[in-house]
């Protein structure tokens, strides 16, 4: 594999420096909204539009539908510049997830309708995926769908759904048929989050932030036009979104930004004393931390290179999905450490003269943020079942 940029990636990495220059390093307000709990989503779909605006909204599509065509390589600049600096992601729930699904088993109209919708962030969507009783053993999803006509009534919940809050539409697992193996019988439905009988709960989470929801369903009526493929098939559009779900989690870019960040607070010097960057055993831990993401970069760019060549993200996406996960929370435990004792203050009761309120407070959100990315998009023991059996064969 070349490591070196040619010329032309070279220019490329110039173009994008100097669009997120002014598209995002030089707008402090958008970048407050997007952190602001209240401002979030208008921050994001104001972020989006300008990706959208440059055409680099949808990394991963076909150029027909509005991708940008990049080769690995571009994806991989674009991400890390985009990290280096801070700027997110698209978030992922339309334009990486239902839209992979959408592209490869929707039929023309969905991809007429949907597509250059999520392109212009005209669509939030959010994931109704998990059940109570069915997050890791998913296919035991017990939310019934029975056709009635030219409609399928919707009645059962969903829970852990991030952002439902926000969401004009949700993509849905429900069970239209119960006779055969608990992996048949599942449709893969498009529902419109203003149909009249869903109702959203919030679930507050331990870093004060309202990301999750249940979502409820009572007699909802979905037309059959907005089931994606066969009656009965989810099961295998619902695995194909996973993968390419388990590969955006993986973050390495941004791994990699979060790492210097720490990096540069253990050089400060802790009241008045040494900085805990000349600590042996801390640096080592550190260092340890760096390694292991230099690995894992290297197998996403292999996964990458693999999808370039037109195949399919496989159950390698579990390996980067377990391993990347890790990793950040290994940089959220070494943030922690750096921040100290400070860290254990309670959001607001913080005034130190070492380490301003945010970063503080930042570390402490980022820990508790953190200990859920070995729970959601597949917790991290499950992923380990499938490197087993699916990798390495055992
Ligand atoms: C922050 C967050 C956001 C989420 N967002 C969404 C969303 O938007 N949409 C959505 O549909 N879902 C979402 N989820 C749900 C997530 O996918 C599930 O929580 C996850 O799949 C685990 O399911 P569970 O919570 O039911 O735990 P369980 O499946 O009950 O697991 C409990 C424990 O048992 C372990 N375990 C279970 N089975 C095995 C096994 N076979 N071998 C070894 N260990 C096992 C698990 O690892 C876990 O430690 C989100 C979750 C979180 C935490």
Redesign the pocket.
């Known amino acids: 594999m070349h490591t070196r940029l040619s010329e032309d990636d070279l220019a490329f990495q110039q173009e994008v420096r100097e669009f997120l220059a002014t598209a995002w390093v030089a707008d402090t307000e958008l970048q407050e909204r997007i952190r602001n709990h209240d401002t979030m989503k208008a921050g994001m779909i104001e972020w989006q539009h300008r990706l959208n605006e440059k055409g680099w909204m949808a990394q991963h599509w076909p150029v027909e539908h509005g991708g940008t065509g990049w080769s690995v390589t571009q994806g991989f600049i674009f991400n890390s510049e985009r990290a280096a600096v801070g700027a997110p992601e698209p978030i992922a729930?339309g334009v990486t997830m239902v839209a992979s699904v959408i592209l490869a088993y929707g039929s023309d109209e969905q991809k007429a309708r949907f597509l250059p919708r999520i392109l212009n962030s005209e669509d939030w969507w959010?994931?109704?995926?998990?059940e109570p009783?069915?997050?890791?053993?998913?296919a035991s999803l017990k939310t019934k769908a029975e056709l009635e006509g030219d409609e399928y009534v919707i009645n059962g919940s969903?829970?852990?759904?991030?952002?439902?809050q926000y969401a004009d539409w949700i993509f849905c697992l429900v069970r239209s048929d119960n006779s055969g193996r608990k992996q048949e019988g599942i449709t893969f439905l498009l529902i419109d989050m203003s149909t009249p009988g869903i109702t959203v709960r919030p679930i507050d989470?331990i870093d004060g932030f309202h990301?999750?929801n249940e979502v409820f369903f009572d007699n909802v009526r979905v037309p059959v036009e907005n089931r994606i493929g066969e009656e009965g098939k989810g099961w295998t559009y619902a695995k194909s979104l996973l993968v390419h779900e388990r590969l955006s989690i993986a973050e390495v870019a941004d791994s990699k930004r979060a790492l210097h960040e720490v990096r540069e607070l253990a050089r400060r010097e802790i009241n008045g004393g040494d900085c805990l960057l000349e600590d042996a055993l801390f640096a080592k831990r550190l260092t340890d931390t760096e390694i292991e993401l230099m690995a894992l970069e290297y197998t996403e760019l292999r996964a990458l290179a693999d999808i370039a060549e037109g195949k399919p993200p496989g159950p390698e996406s579990s390996l980067l999905k377990l391993q990347g996960t890790e990793i950040q929370q290994a940089i959220q435990e070494l943030r922690m450490d750096v921040v100290g004792y400070y860290s254990q203050a309670l959001q607001g009761d913080l005034n130190t003269e070492q380490f301003g309120h945010d970063v503080a407070d930042l570390a402490q959100k980022l820990y508790f943020r953190g200990r859920?990315s070995s729970?959601?998009?597949?917790?991290?023991?499950?992923q380990?079942?499938i490197t087993a059996k699916y990798v390495l064969g055992l």
Do not use: P, R
């Open positions: 729930f959010c994931q109704g995926y998990s009783g069915a997050g890791s053993d998913l969903k829970i852990w759904t991030t952002y439902a989470t990301h999750l859920a729970i959601y998009g597949g917790s991290n023991e499950v380990k079942n």
